[in-house]
């Protein structure tokens, strides 16, 4: 089974300071993403990586970065916390499969989440 | 307009009946669509996954995909109140590694 985990469940952070959060995928997966869920808005991607090193912004990038050092770890940082950042966040994984193995001879990007990072800035 | 529609609910049933779950887009080059369950407080977990058109079955479960109405369905039989959670829908066309989602619609079966 992939297990993607998430450093931290629940975290309390306060205006302007600076947030990690930690993702780490046991599958060997090429993909990483970072979304953040709130009500009526669903799933906003906020950056993606398909490599070691390599990123692309998502819709919501503005007031995050991100860092992949390592194929199973992905970073989201919030360089100065504010209160507009209270969210859920979420990380996801996914591979890219060899083209013939799936229907029709094409490849599909299922994706794996974790259990989520519920943040809240006061 | 969204790219992708779903009724946000929130949609409350019976034990034991047929549970309907639609949502609808507009991008055409759509080939691939999922439906994550999402219990509270939980990440989404992929439910089903279906190419193109057609139908898929797993258990209790059944994906319809209308490519000509860009309109997926998710079917839920005998329904029970574990499924209580919120379902996202979730498509992307081929070679593009990211999901477009649905709002989610959040499901609550009665006992």
């Known amino acids: 089974d992939v297990k993607v985990t998430q450093s931290s469940r629940y975290l309390v952070k306060r205006t302007g300071e600076k947030v990690f959060l930690e993702c780490v995928q046991d599958?060997?997966?090429?993909?990483m993403f970072w979304y953040r869920q709130d009500p009526g808005l669903g799933l906003r991607l906020i950056y993606f990586?398909?490599?070691?090193?390599?990123?692309e912004k998502g819709d919501i990038p503005e007031g995050y970065s991100v860092s992949r050092e390592k194929k199973e770890r992905f970073s989201l940082i919030l360089e100065s916390a504010s209160t507009n950042q209270t969210s859920m966040y979420l990380c996801?994984?996914?591979?890219?499969?060899?083209?013939?193995?799936?229907?029709?001879?094409?490849?599909?990007?299922?994706?794996?989440f974790g259990p989520g990072t519920r943040l809240t800035v006061t | 307009q969204k790219e992708v529609e779903q009724d946000p609910g929130p949609l409350s049933v019976p034990e034991g009946a047929i549970v309907s779950l639609n949502c609808t887009y507009s991008?055409?080059?759509?080939?691939?669509f999922m439906w994550y369950r999402q219990y509270s407080r939980k990440g989404p977990e992929l439910l089903m996954y279906?190419?193109?058109?057609g139908n898929k079955e797993d258990g209790r479960f059944t994906a319809q995909v209308d490519k000509s109405s860009k309109y997926i369905s998710l079917f839920i039989r005998d329904s029970q109140p574990s499924d209580s959670a919120t379902y996202l829908c979730?498509?992307?066309?081929?070679?593009?590694?990211?999901?477009?989602f649905g709002t989610g619609t959040r499901l609550t079966i009665i006992p």
């Open positions: 996801a994984s996914s591979f890219v499969p060899n083209p013939t193995s799936r229907v029709g001879g094409v490849s599909s990007y299922e994706q794996y």
């Open positions: 991008n055409s080059a759509f080939q691939y």
């Open positions: 990586s398909y490599d070691v090193k390599m990123k």
């Open positions: 599958m060997d997966h090429e993909n």
């Open positions: 279906t190419y193109s058109s």
């Open positions: 979730a498509m992307s066309d081929f070679g593009n590694e990211k999901l477009t």
